[in-house]
């Protein structure tokens, strides 16, 4: 039994803070496209859980059990700033699951069809347009070329 009189630090908060902080850099690390990449929105979830299920343990030692354990107060940060990253995954997980499928998007050299799309003044401007070739031009200049980006967003 350990000694009454002697308070310890509560580190359940701080595996909390650990354990969202790796389940941020597992969410993030989608991005880079790694090995496996299919298991880290899972991973991910299920860090941000064991986060939130240590921070609850932490925060009930610091609160309930404050006479043996130290840090009420960082524990209550750190419990914010666990409960803050953990929520975001968790949020972000269930979200992007109700996402719609990009099946019809262009890839990557796809031949783009055409469309007209108003500028800044509000004139139309079409891809034809912006593919001639200018009127001092030669013939022997090199075809243009338009960078076209999509935005993969759901509004």
Known sequence: MPDATK???NA???WGLLLATGALVAGAALFTRPPMQAA???LSLMLAVVALAAMARGLWRAMVQSQLFR???LSIVLGVITLAAAGLMIFGFFISRSLPGSAEAP???QQVPGFSLPDISGQ???LD???APASGDPPSATPKAVLLIFYRGYW
Do not use: A, E, F, I
């Open 7 to 9: 308070r310890r630090w």
């Open 12 to 14: 359940d908060v701080l």
């Open 40 to 42: 880290l929105p899972w």
């Open 71 to 73: 840090g009420k107060v």
């Open 107 to 109: 890839q990557v050299g």
């Open 124 to 126: 139309p401007v079409s």
């Open 129 to 131: 347009n912006l593919l």
